[in-house]
């Protein structure tokens, strides 16, 4: 199979071997209980890319249970800013090293420019990790003056366990953009990637190992949203959910932690691209800009 990487005819790439297919839970790669998979496919020619395990709400259990284990028993809240910074950056050197391959998936997956995912997206991804790898060491509280002698100060703790649920078209950018900040504040999480494109999320989850995460930090549960994302959002040991997608499903999000246990719920909702024209606009420059918005992934 290959893609095609710019306007030329003859420029194209070679999409690599699909090496992760199954759930990532606890640092392993692992088989959906119910044995249950679903095809990922190529939006350009419907082509079947790969079989994905597809999780469900035991899956769903069994990545919870590894992420609190984590949080509760584990070392990465305990360890100090420092570290989860220096672990953070070296994922973030993992991801420039294997740039293209993560391009290529994306590409394939989800019907990005391979050219405009290697050079823009990828590399902002691992931006991101870098970024919040700075912020680790620097979550500080308040001291307090009080009006009696009393001493009083506010100090920062990880949440807990975070599932984020992140969609299709920017793949890995949302991954990273959920993931990295709790990564950084000590949490630990459940990722469910959009069911149109899973294969990006497995592979950064087998880099995070390989940077030196400990398991059970990030689990990575693929499957579809009214299954598996539901048992995240309702689910009691859950502490937060982090959600990217329509307003239709960010209510049920809202409804779904309200009658759980009241989970903090963070959402980016709405239609792609939405713009206020006032008159005094340059016409002509808000059409472009449009234009740019709503097919930025297609642009050349």
């Known amino acids: 199979m290959a893609v095609q990487t710019n306007g030329s005819s003859d420029s194209f790439i070679k999409i690599p071997e699909i090496k992760f297919t199954k759930l990532f839970i606890n640092g392993d790669f692992v088989d959906s209980i119910s044995g249950k998979t679903f095809e990922t496919v190529d939006p350009r020619t419907g082509e079947v890319i790969a079989s994905v395990a597809e999780g469900d709400k035991e899956d769903v259990d069994l990545a919870v249970k590894a992420a609190r284990h984590a ?12 570290e989860r910074r220096r672990i953070m950056l070296k994922f973030a050197d993992l991801i420039d090293e294997n740039a293209e391959e993560l391009a290529a998936l994306d590409t394939v997956d989800a019907g990005k420019l391979f050219g405009w995912g290697k050079t823009m997206d990828i590399p902002h991804s691992a931006e ?35 599932g984020h649920i992140i969609p299709w078209n920017f793949p890995s950018n949302m991954f990273f953009m959920k993931v990295s900040p709790a ?3 000590g949490c630990t999480m459940v990722v469910k990637p959009a069911e149109q494109t899973p294969l990006s999320a497995l592979y950064n989850a087998y880099l995070a190992k390989q940077a030196g995460i400990p398991d059970g930090v990030i689990n ?16 009691m040991d859950v502490d937060k959910v982090s959600f990217t997608g329509s307003t239709e499903v960010g209510r049920l999000v809202m409804q779904a932690a309200a009658t759980s246990n009241l989970k903090a719920v963070s959402l980016e909702l709405g239609g ?24 930025y992934n297609k642009a050349k």
């Open 71 to 82: 949080f509760d028993h584990g070392p990465w809240p305990r360890l100090s800013g420092s």
């Open 272 to 295: 792609k691209s939405p713009l206020i024209i006032f008159d005094d606009a340059d016409v002509e420059k808000a059409a472009d800009l449009a234009l740019l918005s709503v097919f």
């Open 128 to 162: 991101l990790l870098r970024y919040y790898a700075g912020a680790a060491d620097k979550i500080h509280g308040e001291t307090l003056k009080m009006s009696k002698e009393l001493q009083g100060y506010t100090l920062r703790e990880p949440i807990g366990v975070v």
């Open 220 to 235: 990575v549960v693929t499957g579809f949203g009214p299954t598996a994302g539901a048992a995240i959002c309702s689910h």
């Open 183 to 185: 990564l950084a504040a």
